[in-house]
């Protein structure tokens, strides 16, 4: 081994990333924002998932129980009557509502276990724990300060829980499935397009096509048409394998989900257009395959809640496409939802319209780039 | 239609790239069917005059009429035949794939665009490769591929920038053969080189330097303007010549 030799090599790296700021730009910056980003996603000024209760007990207990849970870490709870928390529920406005029962007290006087209902939505699991975390701790809590006063024993805490969508039935792939069938395809299309894209302007093929009479609309739509029918049968072949292989739960219409895994590949074989435009090496590309991907994963709400994120953080998640085509499978998979359920057909208008903006931002940039 | 006697006409072309002027009021007519020779040193702007015909420049000032259209103009551009100075292609398409595919964005159909794809790697004597993955094949044969690519559709102005470079001397020759016969047929040409023998091919030349047109002429006037035998000590003198 020659140290001189070596160190020309070093030196030259070092030389490339000097006349490369974007690539020094992203290994010191990215670590930051992703870690921030774990930091504000793991609890970190975070929201607390919102919670109905609803208190019918006769007895003391049901009152106190009810005011300990309004000062929880775990949950942000509101009091309210059993059919608004159960309206609160079905439009997605609350995690869970918590009914305690008219004997609540009674029985836990007489030593009984108490039975309070816990009305889960059931699709997002990260949402359950909170909730029976909140209401372990106030019962323990509230009873304890009971035994003091009156004499009480601590009750047994058994809560029957009841599912609107899905269940104890459904495990962690079900809840997953819908969410990763969306990532995986978007990820994947979106990689292979920025590349195919960067390839085309690298090798100087795209300035031969722009010497030519194509018109930019002429390229963006040849370059959907050729992907989508590759990104079809992908879609197809992902589908059915989620569902048909891996037995992952499905409430839905399957071609419901083939076409929502399609608007996302449309919607990412455009976002790879429109970037590769900011890129001009395959190197510089590649390093937008996290700074793209990543931040939509983790804000997606496909591991973390979008409910439980600091409210400035909700709003970053609200304006990324992959939110909207996750929300929409997880709506047709785990719930059923068709094409006549409002919030369906708001992803799938959202995603549309990310799809439209997308294909007009890119043959913009195209415009932009032959100078 | 009769087709228009000139065929590219520039006045007061000026390009800047920062502080570098790559193209310092050029003006250039070219009769139809005339073979023209761009010459200069690297870096004269010869590239970016043929860029800028093409409608690939955005101009700072200046007028570009090509085919009597004034750019920027799409539609003139299926007229057009540009051969970018490195060949851009399909790496992993074939041959053929190329040369159909830009037959076809030129707006040849299908049938016609098999039968141009045939003549042109006839042309540029690549049938035998034809099914050849183009990142295969040898320098100088990609250089041929590109060119054939800019001539499948058949333009009335081919735009060539270093075509023959990495070419071997006999297909050389052949090739300027046939470029002849194509302006003899009304194509008009414009050729850059750094080849003297090829220059001397060219009905007329132009002597770009720092983005300006030094003399313009036949190779014959360009020697005597110069008082030389040879044009490439023409070549030499005239670029010496402060403008
Ligand atoms: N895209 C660009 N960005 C910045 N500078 C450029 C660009 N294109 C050309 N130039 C500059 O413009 C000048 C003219 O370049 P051009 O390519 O036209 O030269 P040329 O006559 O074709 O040279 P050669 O014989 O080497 O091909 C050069 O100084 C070059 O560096
Ligand atoms: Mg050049």
Redesign the interface.
């Given at each position: 081994m020659s140290g001189r030799r070596a160190g020309a090599i070093s030196l030259r790296i070092l030389q490339q990333f000097r006349h490369d700021r974007r690539t020094l730009m992203l290994l010191f910056g990215a670590p930051i924002i992703l870690l921030g980003l774990f930091y504000f996603l793991t609890g970190g000024g975070s929201s607390l998932p919102a919670v109905d209760v609803v208190n019918l007990d006769r007895g003391p207990l049901g009152a106190v129980l009810a005011a300990d849970l309004g000062q929880s870490t775990e949950i942000n709870v509101a009091r309210t009557t059993e059919a608004r928390a159960a309206s609160d529920l079905s439009a997605d406005a609350v995690a869970a509502y918590v009914v305690l029962p008219a004997d609540l007290s009674a029985r836990a006087q007489s030593g009984d276990v108490i039975a309070p209902t816990v009305h889960l939505e059931g699709t997002q699991p990260a949402l359950t724990q909170p909730v029976l975390l909140a209401l372990d701790q106030s019962v323990t809590r509230a009873s304890r300060n009971l035994v003091a006063a009156e004499g009480v024993h601590v009750p047994v805490l058994e809560p029957s829980l009841d599912y609107l969508h899905g269940g104890p039935g459904l495990d962690t792939l079900d809840y997953f499935g819908g969410a990763f069938i969306g990532l995986v395809v978007f990820l994947l299309v979106f990689v292979v397009t920025i590349i195919a894209f960067l390839r085309e302007r690298s090798?100087?093929?795209l300035?031969?096509?722009?010497?030519?009479?194509?018109?930019r609309a002429d390229i963006v739509v040849g370059y959907i048409g050729g992907f989508m029918v590759v990104a079809t049968v992908q879609a197809v072949e992902v589908v059915v394998f989620t569902l048909y292989a891996l037995h992952v739960h499905n409430q839905g219409n399957v071609a419901l989900i083939v076409l929502l895994t399609l608007l996302m590949t449309l919607v990412a074989v455009n976002l790879g257009i429109f970037l590769s435009m900011f890129a001009t090496t395959e190197f510089q590309a590649v390093q937008f395959i996290p700074l793209a991907i990543v931040p939509q994963v983790l804000l997606s709400g496909i591991v973390f809640p979008i409910a439980t994120e600091p409210s400035w953080l909700q709003v970053v998640s609200r304006l990324l496409p992959l939110t909207y085509g996750v929300d929409g499978l997880r709506d047709v998979m785990l719930k059923g939802n068709g094409l006549t359920s409002g919030p369906l057909l708001l992803d799938v208008a959202v995603v549309v319209a990310f799809a439209v903006a997308l294909i007009a931002a890119a043959t913009a940039t195209l415009r932009r780039s032959?100078? | 239609m009769s087709a228009p006697s000139v065929a590219v006409s520039v006045e007061g072309l000026t390009k800047a790239f920062g502080s570098i002027r790559a193209l310092d009021g050029v003006s250039l007519t070219v009769g139809a069917g005339e073979i023209y020779g761009l010459l200069g040193p690297n870096g004269a702007g010869k590239t970016t005059l043929i860029r800028s015909l093409v409608g690939l420049i955005t101009v700072d000032t200046g007028t570009v009429t090509v085919l009597g259209r004034r750019l920027p103009d799409r539609a003139v551009l299926a007229e057009i035949g540009y051969m970018p100075q490195s060949p851009a292609l399909y790496a992993d398409l074939t041959v053929e794939e190329n040369v159909r595919f830009f037959a076809a964005v030129h707006g040849l159909d299908r049938p016609a665009a098999a039968r141009s794809t045939a003549d042109a790697l006839e042309f540029v004597d690549l049938s035998p490769r034809r099914r050849s993955v183009v990142a295969t094949l040898s320098g100088g044969m990609r250089q041929r591929v590109s060119l054939a690519c800019a001539l499948v559709h058949r333009p009335r102005l081919l735009l060539l920038d270093e075509p023959t470079v990495g070419v071997d001397p006999q297909l050389r020759a052949e090739l300027w053969r046939r470029f002849t016969t194509m302006s003899g047929e009304g194509t008009t040409i414009i050729v850059s080189s750094h080849v003297m023998d090829e220059a001397e091919r060219c009905g007329r030349l132009g002597l770009v330097r720092f983005g300006r047109m030094l003399a313009e002429g036949t190779s014959a006037e360009l020697r005597r303007l110069a008082g030389v035998e040879r044009l490439e000590d023409a070549f030499l003198v005239l670029s010496e010549s402060r403008p």
């Open positions: 090798q100087g093929t300035e031969r096509l722009m010497a030519s009479p194509l018109r032959a100078s | -």
